[in-house]
């Protein structure tokens, strides 16, 4: 809820999706300017997600963020490996998050 509050507060669109099966299919029904991605998510997690995502090479350069609560060397290595173009670790701080933003968006 905090991440959404301080996007809503930028004027930023969002859609909620409980897995990444989801977050595959909403990709497929409208266009994205940035992903969050959390990591550990039920039925297909961020890192699966991420992968299918960057087989598609419309998603190419579709940004995506990792969101994770774990903030171990080794996850942020297998993030970057999945495709995910930069790591936020929760709890969310909101300089962090909209640094990260700032950084993917420009590319």
Known sequence: MFINEI??????????????????AVLEKDDFDVILMD????????????????KQLRFAKLPVITLS??????????????????????PINKVELLASLGRCLKR
Do not use: C, Q
Request: proline residues 2%.
């Open 69 to 90: 609560a774990g903030v171990t060397d080794e996850e942020k290595r297998a993030s970057l490996a999945a495709g995910m173009n930069d790591f936020v670790s929760k």
């Open 39 to 54: 990591l550990h998510m039920p039925v297909m997690n961020g890192y699966e997600a991420t992968l299918e995502i960057r």
């Open 7 to 24: 996007l809503e507060s930028l004027g930023a669109s969002i859609v909620l999706v409980n897995n990444g099966l989801e977050a595959l």
